[in-house]
């Protein structure tokens, strides 16, 4: 039996956006989206929480059964944290945070791809969250390959070639400076890119209804260092 016949391929097309966008059987709209947290207020829930996390004051809000029951249906997350998929890394962990409070996008070096950009758009457009960080980090691996391998012309195998030439723009404008530089551009260029992202992101930071920020974890120390807290509205 062929399970990926024309009808069926369709068929599931069709549950896959409604799923996506929650529409009903009766063609009606709506999305998951509650008032959400304002940018400022979001901001400073991962400032505060980063705080504990560098004091080993750590509560792990939101982790009981209790929250997964509140969960099941439904989510709210108050910001959205775009970043690197070192092990080291874990933003739940860096921020103090719990089940449902950030939505998590990680990639190695933090980069943009179609797949993050639609997965940060849903959360913005269908769970209301209001603010975006793009967190790098101390001694990036995927930086410092990237500034390696364009200094010797050359290439990485396979698919890891994607995210050099990803990173390649924040390698060219910090040349002769040293990677923590290069990482930090790096997460300035993403944070650029989300906000002129059209159609969805762009018209949303240009309404004040996002915010886009930049940040930079330190692998020693524990804390997030925000780069441009003028971005946050």
Known sequence: M???SPLRSSTCAFLLFCALHH??????????AAPGISPIEALKRLKTGNQRFVASKLQHPHQSAARRTELATSQHPFA??????????APEVVFDQGLGDIFVIRVAGNVLNDETLGSIEYAVEHLGAQLIVVLGHERCGAVKA???????KAEA???IQSLIKAIQPAVETTAGADVEATA??????VARTLRTSAPILKEMVAAGKISVIGAHYDL???AVAFLSDSQTK
């Open 146 to 152: 990237a500034r390696e391998l364009i200094a010797a």
């Open 220 to 222: 020693d120390t524990g």
């Open 23 to 32: 529409v009903n059987t009766n063609g009606a709209e709506h999305t998951d």
């Open 184 to 189: 930090r551009a790096n997460v300035l260029n």
């Open 2 to 4: 062929n399970y990926f």
């Open 80 to 89: 959205i944290v775009l970043g690197c998929a070192d092990s080291r890394t």
């Open 157 to 159: 195998p396979g698919h």
